[in-house]
């Protein structure tokens, strides 16, 4: 059997620890709970990270890094910017049908819980390269003539408030369909609040 | 038998379309007559000389450096002569020759002003078809406008010196133009924590987010060799207007061009993700010191 790199166990830790994190929530859950999930020893858990603080900034900068890459292989594409719109649209979607812990994680370990992330994860710290990738987003969009000049934060809070609320609705099982189904109308609606008038 | 002052170069100054900025400039060189003494001043239009522009535009004479002031316009007369005669005249046999200020060098504000008729003597804007293009290898640009007097200075006494002034791919000297403006500027530390200016002329806050400030886009060395020996425009809380480069002038000179508030210009080589990602970063924190005036600030609070 081929050996378990130590790169492969730390990535088994936080796949464990996202969905514990996200079913459990960040207080119950504790390192034994983790380290049973991923077989390994309390010990050797500690060999990975130094606590669980630690490793819950780990996972919000290791999710703002995945969202970023993501934003960023679209950001690359030549299309239109109605057409990026649509694919980071997609692209969240996808990733809250498919890896649901990654976004429940964000949305109610992250932004519940701020005494965790005060020190050493606060403002952009451990999301910067998630929000660096939409700033490149808006600025493109602007610079090309198709969405129309205006505060960062207020279009940035349109869309990605719009998405988080639509992915909560979805976790709380409060949306009728799958999420997939509202891709067109959602993606349409922020065009058409941020174009160029 | 040959005096002394037979050996020294001739130096000639021309303007084509001017306001006088540089010339006036220049009159600032601290050791100014230290220098013109190392010259044969045949002609400087605001102090005496050896001879009267009406023996210069008769085109009879000729001088080893001649300095070009202003922009190039081909209909332009001084005297009843066409300035682009007596430039070629005074150019054809010129060892060097000199574009004092944006104008000359690129066109500037008077290319502004007519751009389908004016340009630099070499280049317009960033295109190298300027009226002395053969003789692009004796040219020297030392844009800024106005000049800066210690850059012609330190132009003319290499030239006095005989030694070989080294050129950028737009003729401007290295050793003035391959610093930015932004370094030595006082407001550095404002730069990296992303503390903006409260208002014109503080002595607290970076020029860049809000004032147009240009200067971590422009070739110039204003903050490492002072105006006046003393000062810049950045320290005194003036933008930077990016006056050396060959896009000057640029519209709104008082804001920066942003897209969703960020900036469309990011400081020269970086790229934008890489200082959006630092700056987001640094915009996090609030250093309390950097956020006052800086002599309300005490260690004890």
Known sequence: MARVTKEERKNGIISAALKLFSEKGFYITTIPDIAEKVGMSVGNFYNYFKSKDILAKELVLYISEYLGNQIREINDREISTEEKIYEIISMYFNMADEKPEMIEYFLRVYLSNREVFGDGCEGMICVSPFVTEMMMFFNDGVANGDLHDQDFFSAFGLFMGYLGGMVFLFGEKILPEPLEWYKESISQNIYNALKTR | ?301
């Open chain 2, 1 to 301: 038998m040959h005096s002394k002052q037979d050996n020294k170069p001739r130096l000639l100054w021309l303007q084509g379309v001017t306001c006088n900025g540089n010339t006036h400039s220049f009159l600032n060189l601290p050791y100014l007559p230290l220098l013109l003494d190392k010259f044969e001043v045949l002609y400087y239009p605001a102090m005496e000389a050896l001879h009267s522009f009406e023996e210069i535009s008769a085109c009879k004479l000729s001088c080893d450096v001649l300095i070009f002031e202003g922009a190039y316009d081909p209909l332009m007369k001084r005297n009843g002569v066409f300035m682009k005669e007596m430039l070629a005249h005074y150019a054809a046999t010129a060892k060097h020759i000199v574009a004092a200020g944006t104008c000359a060098s690129f066109g500037g504000m008077f290319k502004e002003a007519a751009s389908h008729r004016n340009s630099g003597i070499l280049f317009n804007e960033e295109e190298m078809n300027g009226p002395l293009l053969k003789h692009k290898k004796r040219i020297i640009n030392l844009s800024g406008c106005p000049i800066h007097p210690e850059w012609m200075g330190y132009t003319l006494s290499m030239i006095a010196n005989d030694q070989t002034v080294i050129t950028d791919e737009l003729h401007r000297p290295v050793e003035l133009y391959s610093n930015l403006a932004h370094h030595g500027c006082t407001r550095n530390e404002y730069f990296e924590w992303k503390v903006d200016t409260k208002g014109f002329g503080q002595k607290e806050g970076c020029l860049f987010y809000e004032q147009g400030c240009r200067a971590p886009m422009t070739h110039a060395s204003c903050n490492k060799i002072l105006w006046n020996e003393v000062s810049s425009k950045t320290r005194i809380g003036t933008p930077c207007f990016g006056c050396t480069e060959p896009d000057f002038p640029r519209t709104e000179l008082f804001q920066t061009k942003t897209n969703m508030s960020i900036p469309e210009d990011v400081p020269l080589g970086v790229p934008k993700r890489s200082y959006l990602t630092m700056a987001g970063i640094a915009k996090t924190f609030h250093i309390k010191r950097l956020e006052g005036k800086l002599i309300d600030y005490k260690t004890t609070d």
